[in-house]
């Protein structure tokens, strides 16, 4: 979705490659000495990072890197301020270990880390309020833009919002959501050992939080919209799944066409089973080219 | 602010003068052939209508001329189809006579008019939901749009005011909304009735309906942020009002000064009594500029 409003507003985005510890940082500094090569430095406006539960891949970037963005950003802003935007949208969904300390609180002087957060995921979806720490310098500028497009949020539910943490019920509101998402999350993750680890090439990430798992097929199974595999399961065995190639940017040399995205957010126990065996079962009878 | 956001996306804004039937419908095809004269016809997008009770005039555009600017707007569509957007936003607070058609009504084919409605104004502010009913071809690129914009607007809004309709809770608030608004309105006129009939060159628009009374002074009176009147009514009479000029488009030969717009809406009628008088004793004893 940001991607397509990045594309809407005549943007242009470079992916940078992760690892398990989220992005690297040896690319990114690659990145930017392409940039300053080709004479395009002065356009960089952004570096984009989801600190937390990344979308789609569920990988959290390590606290050694938090760091490292915020220092390479100051360093490279030489024509103008480059800013870090730390969508951290899953932060509030961690299932294990401690949480890490965001991008934001290694900017000291605050004005370079834009933090953008929601209370979308940790408590209801359809309240859409959500909150952004940003520089001084931005806030008059957002201000406007914002002003300009919805005329301010709907007060009812910044109200509401604020009863609702003023009253402590948040946090025990948040760690009744955190506990079913958690068991969901295990439930898919058992799943998919089950159903999945009999067939070769199969690996998936194991999200310490988020909504997600990524999962990763042999080279040659494309998931995208129009491939036999999708096709397969949504029309033979009713199951359906998000093409991960919708996760790269246009154009991106490194995109693989043989991933996907599972959500277990929405999914009862029983039908996150019953959907992994549906997806299992997919890959397995997938009709081959030959017939 | 409508103004605004359509600087803000870098579209040029084009007056068309009015009278006490709303848009001149001469002075619209004026400006089409003035258009048409200087090849810029293909840029035309839209025509802009407040048709009940416009902001800031209180003015309403006439059953004839109504039916009149779809024509125009069909009839000139050489390059592309010219859109009619039709802000209703005051329809429902209409105190005196029966509703005119809408400018959507006489677009009988339903691909010119876009009618653009509110619940904000008839029944809450705060909860920020309207609705539009707009041509089927422009249905999916206003959907994108509004998606990159907002993601969707906030469902338990949408369900409070689906649940409020289903009630016919609605119309019974509407009727209290105006009828609280109408005794407002009268107060307001009779209060300038009071203290203005004794001043001379001073007139205002008699609106049927809406939440505002256009008022002008004499030509030497100028209103903006920057004036003696604004300074003098502001900082010691301690009354407010929204300077003129800020309601026409930016470098508009029109544009006259010594104008303002009064609000009803939230004031109470003791509210209303007392501010018309600190505006007329800032008028009245306005500080000369000899001394």
Redesign the interface.
Known sequence: ?FL??LN?VGARTIAVESDDSGMRIDRLEECLQQLKRSNELHRLKMIYVVSDFENPSGISLSASRRKQVVELAKQWSIHHRIMVLEDAAYRELRYNGDPLPSVWSFDENRETVILAQTFSKSF?????VGFGVIPRELVGVIGN?K???????????Q?LMATVLESERYEQHVEIVRQSYRTKRDTMLSSLHQEFSDLPDVRWEHPRGGLYVWLTLPKRIETGFSSKLFEFAVRTNHVMYVPGELFYPTGDPAMQKNQMRLSFGVQSLDGIREGIGRLAASVRDLPSCDE
Chains 1, 2 share one sequence.
């Open positions: 979705v397509g409003v809407g209801s979806p359809g309240v859409r833009l002003g300009n497009d919805d005329f301010g949020s709907a007060n009812l539910n109200h």
